[in-house]
């Protein structure tokens, strides 16, 4: 779990910690990677962009400022990092990981718990994307996970579906379990806000797969109304401002006809809580992806409502995420166009 | 939903609202009662009393300042609010709630969503419990929860009780289903964090009453052990720190043999996240029903340590919480115990 590299405070994990040991050497089950690409969260590039008001200068200044402090990039005020890709250079005689020097991987474990040390002062980065160029080296434990990178796919591709994995194959298990609990004389009915974006559209790809019987995707802007009507993931697409919480629910239950079994959030701004727990229907399941949410707006927001709904934090771990969310880039044509649409504008 | 009181800002529902219109003047839908006791959350409580060094003329001049600028009584750092007692002074005539003038209640849903006034500066409080003595009055809305108190019961038992009763009625439905779907061969083991609390006594009572197999509840000192013992609430009861990841997996897989099938996380500290996860087996559930949990903590702590466990918002609605509650609470000597112990102390 990497307790050896926590500085302080003492006793946490290496997630919590405030700081890192990111020194090159390797433990016995440690594996030491040459980092080529970082990958930001998006919820703490939104914040950094939006606290510089746009300005990628003092944007790169601040992200190297994190990581030479505290060892790993881990966004102070949203606590969220991101993942990496980058090639094996070393791997500890008694790591479980399985990987080989010259492997080139995506650690699939937060930036946030992951020992970092940038070399190149991130030189090649503009500090206006999420995606950031980057020489170094970073560090990961025994219980840490990472794939290889597929061969049939662009690796920038694979790392971004890589980044989100999480979020369809939860979906998937939640809408399968739905649909085996169902009495079968009606259809599955879920909702994705944020549904043509990364996350979104593999989860929207992935409750079809479930079984879900009638799905909406909800998303903020005409441009994105255009691009998901067009990929053709869901049965329906409607616009609405996910902090808006009668706005929301209404334009779910007109397009469902009926509020949602399950609501999956996967859009990065706070204040989304009470909408998807609004939309939902008595007894269904939210499942939150979004690091912007709140957890006391969710708590408090049901409760406040009296509406009988589970709420999931959205684990980033589900055994196989990798594997279903790089086949249904593979398998469809929708998710895959979304996703080369949004690197090739990066 | 209240949506009318909402001052700023506009088309938020009132918990996420910065300001509430608490005039007393009530909408066909509303009912005003007369306040006679707040019961603070016990993460705001403490806070408060934390910024201010114990200095109680100090924290009742923050609640009263929270009160008036808010028209509700919602801690700005913790989120959090509490409940609040009180007689029904009028109802109006389309109130759902079907409450009359003169009836005691208990609100169940939370301060932070009130419209609330206070009128007497809050004399008789020292500002240095979370129970205080209060004159006013606050305002439920259409889709607001309130329970008549009972008969039988000190009313301060009963605030004491309804005030987690989300916690037992959340935790007996996931350890049923738990128990439903077991194999049968093997005991479903529950681990209580925060035992000896409010919450955490009336969810351990609740555990063992939906089936739990094996039990142990976590507390933080030897006084609350004793007490957890002599109440016998549970097979087994171990001091941990909640805050010590590695420590409290240890205890909780140490009691029960094998890491806990259901971990219900009842204490009001920051960073028991990482604990919680580790504690719990593969394929379990963590409830979390402090109001100091990190949603990113949460999120990011199970994904780097690659952990398959279901993590739940603790919603503090579900049909039939207060009943069950106080159900516990009279058949549970243990319980009623501890609760009395801790009023007494208050």
Redesign the interface.
Known sequence: ?G?HRVVEPA??????AWRLDAGPEIAANEVRIRVERLNLDAASFRQLFDKHGGDGAAVRAEVLEIISTRGKMQNPV????GMLIGTVEEAGRRSPLGLKPGERVAT???L??TPLVVTDGLARWDGLSEQVPCEGWAILFA???AAVLPEDLDPQLSLAVLDVC?APALTARVVSRCVAEGSGDRPVSVAVIGGAGKSGSLSLAAARQAGAGRTVGVVPVAAERDALVAAGLCDAVVLADA?????LSTAVTTALGVPADVTVVCVDVP?CE?GAVLATADGGTVI?FS?A???????????????????????????GHAELALGLLRSDPGVRGLFEARLAAD
Chains 1, 2 share one sequence.
Request: aromatic share 6%; glycine share 18%.
């Open positions: 779990m307790l006793g946490v994990l290496p997630q919590a949203t606590g969220s990092g699939l474990v937060s946030t718990l219980r840490s996970i999480g902090r808006d919480p009668v706005g204040g009470h939150f690091m949410t709140s957890f006391a707006a969710a708590a408090l927001g049901a409760e406040g409502l009296a509406a009988d709904v589970t709420m999931l934090v959205g684990n980033g771990y589900v055994p």
